[in-house]
T-cell receptor, first 113, second 113 residues
Framework: GAVVSQHPSRVICKSGTSVKIECRSL??????MFWYRQFPKQSLMLMAT?????????EQGVEKDKFLINHASLTLSTLTVTSAHPEDSSFYIC?????????FGAGSRLTVL | AQSVTQPDIHITVSEGASLELRCNYS??????LFWYVQSPGQGLQLLLK??????LVQGIKGFEAEFKRSQSSFNLRKPSVHWSDAAEYFC???????????FGAGTTVTVRA
């Protein structure tokens, strides 16, 4: 079945630094990937849609310059949290459509000190 | 806009007892509906989905869900709960035609011995 891999699963960084999270579709190609954010004990909120070969589309209220998304190939999308601050600490999950369903990665927990 | 509501924030059930999780959707046409399960610190796993056809949908891990248009509901059920079913459960609806999902707030299931 379709598998989506996320890396790293956990990352701790200092305030002001940038962190990159990778999302890979392992056995299928994905021209589109989705990035979600989940606060503790809350639901998932769609942040942006990553489009291979073109700019990402962001949901209302999501800062484009804060959350940089690059979809360089048909199997890789990256989310870079720039100049991270403690309020950016969250669980970030990517997903990709495959076989008519969305497959989710295992998520990446970001902690900004 | 398409949305889902999960009225129950937390449900506690005894092992071996039946479980039903409620989900109500708001959508003009026939919705694409999903149930996902999330274990602590993990990504989301698809339990089942409804696109069309038979309104009683069978999923993995012994779960089933019934689509009831008259009640705008898509409730998840399991006849006999196992301790490993303790997790967070999310109902979701496709927001548009492009795999963007709107998630409910989630229901936490606790299983007691």
């Amino acid at each position: 079945g379709a598998v989506v891999s996320q890396h790293p699963s956990r990352v701790i960084c200092k305030s002001g630094t940038s962190v990159k999270i990778e999302c890979r579709s392992l056995d299928f190609q994905a021209t589109t990937m989705f990035w979600y954010r989940q606060f503790p004990k809350q639901s998932l909120m769609l942040m942006a849609t990553s489009n291979e070969g073109s700019k990402a589309t962001y949901e209302q209220g999501v800062e484009k310059d804060k959350f940089l998304i690059n979809h360089a190939s048909l199997t890789l999308s990256t989310l870079t949290v720039t100049s991270a601050h403690p309020e950016d600490s969250s669980f970030y999950i990517c997903s990709a459509p495959g076989a008519n369903v969305l497959t989710f990665g295992a998520g990446s927990r970001l902690t900004v000190l | 806009a398409q949305s889902v509501t999960q009225p129950d924030i937390h449900i506690t059930v005894s092992e071996g007892a039946s479980l039903e999780l409620r989900c109500n959707y708001s959508y003009g046409a026939t919705p694409y509906l999903f149930w996902y399960v999330q274990s602590p610190g993990q990504g989301l796993q698809l339990l089942l989905k409804y696109f069309s056809g038979d309104t009683l949908v069978q999923g993995i891990k012994g779960f089933e869900a019934e689509f009831k248009r008259s009640q705008s509901s898509f409730n998840l059920r399991k006849p006999s709960v196992h301790w490993s079913d303790a997790a967070e459960y999310f109902c979701a609806v496709v927001r548009d035609d492009d795999y963007k999902l709107s998630f409910g707030a989630g229901t936490t299931v606790t299983v007691r011995a």
